[in-house]
């Protein structure tokens, strides 16, 4: 099978994409979006601030104010605590990005999920799905959750995340594609899934 290119999207179904689908028996490909865009770039600008935020100003502390050596002792745990918990969000982050982005590909009978350099899970119709929406509030304002809950051969369940509009959009056109309504189910807030 060769590459074929989404029109609307200008995406293409890659090449292991198109294998898992052959194996799997999926027939045809269709379409293929881009998900969980935003939070991939969550982590890695979480990871940013925090080396440029962290652990800093306690260091500048022990180093320049006058205290007791049991402060400064105390001050310094804290900032070498800081510092490796910085570095576990950083590694995170960046196996994050060396996975790749991720793909959803839809096929006749069936989807792939696809990390690009990583995971790739192939799924038959009717796949275990579920299409949710709840409103998380916040102090001042309030944030609608928009996912599709996916749950694999192997039994994780994880989740396609609808932060933007496109991405939302891209999630009701999947959640049909995959015999749902297009309207996401309102639920309480959840315990939700990792995302993919």
């Given amino acids: 099978m060769t590459e074929r290119e989404d029109v609307d999207l200008d995406l293409r179904a890659t090449e292991r994409a198109l294998a898992a689908a052959e194996r799997a028996g999926l027939g045809e490909w269709e379409r293929t979006f881009p998900v969980n ?7 890695k600008n979480h990871a940013v601030v925090l080396w440029f935020g962290g652990p800093w100003v306690l260091i500048a502390v022990v180093i320049f104010v006058p205290m ?11 900032a070498l605590g800081a510092v490796g918990g910085i570095a576990l969000a950083t590694r995170k982050a960046r196996q994050r990005g060396r996975s790749g982005g991720a793909l959803v590909h839809l096929f006749a009978s069936g989807l792939v999920l696809e990390r690009t350099r990583g995971e790739l899970a192939a799924l038959a119709h009717p796949a275990p799905i579920e ?7 916040g102090e001042d304002t309030s944030f609608t959750w928009v996912q599709l809950w996916i749950t694999l051969q192997e039994g994780r369940t994880v989740a396609l995340e609808g932060a933007t509009d496109a991405e939302r959009e891209a999630l009701r056109l999947i959640a049909q594609q995959c015999g749902l309504p297009p309207t996401p189910r309102e639920i309480a807030q959840p315990e939700h899934p990792p995302v993919w």
């Fill in 68 to 78: 007791p050596w049991y402060v400064r002792v105390l001050l310094i745990v804290l």
């Fill in 37 to 43: 865009q935003r939070d991939d770039q969550k982590e």
């Fill in 131 to 137: 299409f949710v929406t709840w409103e998380e509030q």
